[in-house]
């Protein structure tokens, strides 16, 4: 049986419109979530990282202090990088997309935000029935 590495579970898209150090670290946050990482497991280092997913240093360093800065790792000097907290929520967010305004429209937007309570983040957009602008949302 093979044994799992830490590079099977982090996957970066240089095609995507997300820049890669935040993708490095909902990668990272996805899998401590789904518990394939715990708490105080080591890192790679900047340098391997790098290599290995063949993005720069700057793009890794970045992606390891977001993940520092929300309290999910921290570094000893010389030693690495490791996991110090395996317990926090994500806040969920929704991407609500209508044509135009009106009252009905208002009336469904007032019912789900009343139905997903506070727990969720929208993101509210009108694209009104401009198709270039659709296509924009959703790229």
Wanted: proline fraction near 2%; avoid cysteine.
């Amino acid at each position: 049986m093979k044994k799992t590495s830490f590079f099977d579970f982090i996957i970066i898209d240089g095609d995507s419109a997300t820049p890669k150090y935040l993708q490095l670290s909902n990668a990272i946050i996805k899998t401590i979530e789904q518990g394939k990482l715990k708490k105080n497991d080591l890192l790679p280092s900047i340098n391997e990282l790098s290599y290995k997913l063949e993005i720069s240093r700057d793009t890794a360093e970045k992606g390891y202090k977001y993940l520092k800065n929300i309290g999910v790792i921290n570094s000893v000097p010389g030693k690495g990088y490791y996991i110090t907290n395996t317990e926090f929520k994500r806040k969920l967010k929704v991407f609500l997309l209508f044509n135009k305004l009106s009252s009905h429209k208002k009336i469904v937007y007032d019912a789900f935000i009343a139905a997903i309570g506070e727990e969720v983040s929208v993101d509210f957009y009108i694209y009104n029935n401009d198709f270039t602008l659709f296509k924009k949302f959703l790229t």
